[in-house]
């Protein structure tokens, strides 16, 4: 899919960065890769990288297709606090997915399940911006397991109402679904339970 | 990818079979779809169908190619009662997901996400033989929803632990997958509180 030879025309030179990008990226892992690495991949000037993408974060982002930005809908999410946060990632999850970002999501899941390098430059993307991001916020023991079983649920979520479309999931109202899911991602993001995963707990039943 | 067209050779015929149920229940759906229709359509006699799948349950589960039969497993779990079927649930799914029957799963998740028709054969596989056979079991308001939300819980595992493969959940053992998430999947099959969506719940906090 990813290919770095010359094309003609115009909007070829975009491409070509895009795909050196998803190339060193999945190589190198974003610490390993260099926006002077991609452009010379690319074999355009590296101002140019910069010029289309901003940012070794926004080449990253775009090399995945990932039609929203981390870096801005997350710290929304965690301004209130943690109080609700659970509910308000649901309710922004669900109204992501069915905005016109929620095909260009639809292909992401696509590659990521068809194409182990698209899993592995999602993996690092996923855990970098999205988890790293909430894990750093949240103030808790083990904030990456938390932040991972939270997104293990949102993901779930995805694959019942937009892939399988399983009702009645895939017609439930947003206010319904953040009911329904909101507890739980706010049981993964904040309960002390959750932390204590040595022996199968018989206390929550 | 379905073809019924005469193929020659040994083992063209279940080939053969499996292309028209798949086809079959594609467009009819299971209730609709017949072990008559299906051989016809393969230009074999019905027996034949029966001597390969035994039954029309078990040609929808080849024609889904889902490697463990609902059939079995769910009474199994279910026997002990309510009481714990949450851990149960999650036991299963991972220690399936971990045994050989978890690369054909690969495969299933695959085809669902790249193909309309392999995720419309999946969902009525799922509602009907795996959802279906659960929320008969509950006898609790909303048995639908409640294994649907529970599947969603465990779908999400998988794709975050088999597909995209982020720690801690990628490495973690089966117990601690199970203290994790089983608390989750009770609470969605048992709980009374979630059969009340028509508010957002600001209870469980």
Do not use: C
């Amino acid at each position: 899919m990813a290919r770095t030879g010359r094309r003609p025309g115009t909007g070829g030179t975009k491409e070509r960065i895009l795909a050196a990008a998803r190339s060193d990226f999945a190589r190198a892992g974003f610490e390993g890769a260099t926006i002077r690495g991609i452009a010379a991949h690319a074999r355009v000037d590296p101002a140019l990288v910069l010029h289309y993408f901003e940012s070794k974060d926004g080449a990253f982002r775009a090399a995945v297709q990932f039609p929203v930005d981390p870096a801005e809908f997350i710290p929304k999410l965690l301004a209130p606090g943690l109080d609700g946060l659970g509910e308000r990632l649901v309710r922004f999850f669900v109204e992501t997915w069915d905005s016109p970002a929620g095909s260009p999501l639809l292909g992401v899941i696509r590659s990521v399940v068809g194409n182990e390098d698209a899993a592995t430059l999602m993996r690092e993307f996923v855990q970098r911006q999205v988890l790293g991001r909430i894990a750093r916020a949240l103030e808790l023991d083990q904030p990456q397991l938390r932040a991972t079983l939270a997104a293990s649920q949102l993901i779930g979520l995805a694959m019942l109402r937009y892939v399988v479309k399983v009702e009645p999931l895939a017609s439930a109202r947003t206010d319904e679904v953040v009911a329904w899911l909101g507890p739980t991602v706010q049981h993964y993001l904040t309960d002390p339970d959750v932390a204590k995963p040595t022996r199968v707990s018989r206390r929550r039943r």
